[in-house]
């Protein structure tokens, strides 16, 4: 296979060959069977092959998602050894560092969050994920005129995804001055991605700013009631 650098102990050594007894004959490598179950969401079915292997190889991937399949099952302390350690094997391995900012923010600790993202961000800038994250780590933090031109630059990069669109529009919903524009955007959401798990959750917002008879937004701007000031 070429992927073993050394035996950590025997532990990991038999951890993976009790793993291997599950590995169908036919695939190409163990690590390739891993990659393709994360790619179909058999997350909790990737996770010991994962654990074995990052106990016996330095392999970036491996680390990377061992990291993240942690992450993803709610072990987040964890997950950062593992994210650290892909840093460490690969510097360039700009998905780590993504990772590392999320788990932290998971963790509630928004500032080293902020840091870890903004740095990925600067290697990044076209990576709407990146700006998705940092926008809703400073979101989570109550940064809210902070995070809201890093929910603008993500939703200008990723236009057709709904939980970038619903991100944004809870950030304005939350800046007084913005609310009338969180209408529009949750108006959006439901017209665009009416089976998305987010339209649910727009409607419910629309319905609390009163839609009964919902205030129109038309092309030139938003047409407030006729009983409102302007």
């Known amino acids: 296979m070429g992927l073993f650098v050394y035996l950590h102990n025997r532990n990991d050594m038999r ?30 079915d990737a996770l010991p092959g994962l654990e074995a292997m990052y106990g016996m190889v330095d392999d970036p991937d491996i680390c990377f998602n061992y990291g993240v399949a942690l992450s993803e099952l709610g072990r987040v302390e964890e997950s950062l050894a593992p994210l650290n350690k892909c840093l460490k094997l690969d510097p360039s391995y700009d998905n780590a560092a993504i990772a590392i900012g999320v788990s932290l923010s998971k963790l509630k600790r928004y500032d080293e969050a902020e840091v870890v993202l903004k740095a990925a961000a600067k290697i990044q800038p076209d990576n709407a994920l990146v700006k998705q994250n940092l926008a809703a780590t400073l979101a989570r933090a109550g940064k809210y005129m902070e995070a809201l031109p890093y929910f603008r630059q993500a939703a200008s990069l990723a236009p057709d995804n709904p939980a970038v669109l619903m991100g944004l529009a809870r950030c304005l919903d939350s800046i007084d001055a913005h609310q009338k524009e969180a209408l529009k955007v949750y108006k959006d959401i439901v017209k665009k991605f009416p089976d998305s798990q987010f339209a649910e959750s727009a409607k419910q917002n629309l319905n609390r700013a009163g839609t009964a008879d919902l205030r129109k937004v038309v092309d030139d701007g938003y047409r407030p009631r006729s009983e409102e000031h302007t």
């Not at 009790?18 to 179909?40: D, I, Q, R």
């Open 15 to 44: 951890l993976w060959e009790t793993w291997l007894n599950f590995v169908p004959a036919c695939v190409e490598s163990p690590k390739t069977y891993l990659m393709g179950l994360l790619h179909h969401g058999y997350i909790e």
